[in-house]
């Protein structure tokens, strides 16, 4: 499975951004998705994951209500919704695909992921 996150860039504070995740390989709709992010000098931290339907999602207690998690899997895609986002939001996002199947509240250690794709930057300046 081949993970392009996209997406990223310079924003605002308070502003938003809409992450993408696009996969090939290896059939999609199949796969438990994630986010994490990691900022300067600081470890990678779960964001949010979706299970291979979309009907469920988990996210990390210091993001819920800023974010959502939703996924199109006729497009091969995971998306990342982020609003009112404040300067310590600034870090490389990533996206990570799994092949477990089972409570997406188990998915927010990174260990559970097969699959990363190479990051996006999301700056948000004050």
């Known amino acids: 499975v081949q993970l392009q996150a996209s997406g990223g860039g310079l924003v605002q504070a308070g502003g938003s951004l809409r992450l993408s995740c696009a996969a090939s390989?290896?059939?999609?709709?199949?796969?438990?998705v994630g986010w994490f992010r990691q900022a300067p000098g600081k470890e990678r931290e779960f964001v949010a994951a979706?299970?291979?339907?979309?009907?469920?999602?988990y996210y990390v207690d210091s993001l819920k209500g800023r974010v959502t998690i939703s996924r199109d899997n006729a497009k091969n895609t995971v998306y990342l919704q982020m609003n009112s986002l404040k300067p310590e939001d600034t870090a490389v996002y990533y996206c990570?695909?799994?092949?477990?199947?089972?409570?997406?509240?188990?998915?927010?250690?990174?260990?559970?992921?097969?699959?990363w794709g190479q990051g996006t930057l999301v700056t948000v300046s004050s």
């Open positions: 979706v299970n291979w339907g979309g009907s469920s999602t």
């Open positions: 990570a695909a799994a092949v477990y199947r089972g409570l997406v509240q188990a998915m927010g250690s990174a260990t559970r992921y097969d699959y």
């Open positions: 390989g290896r059939t999609f709709s199949s796969l438990t």
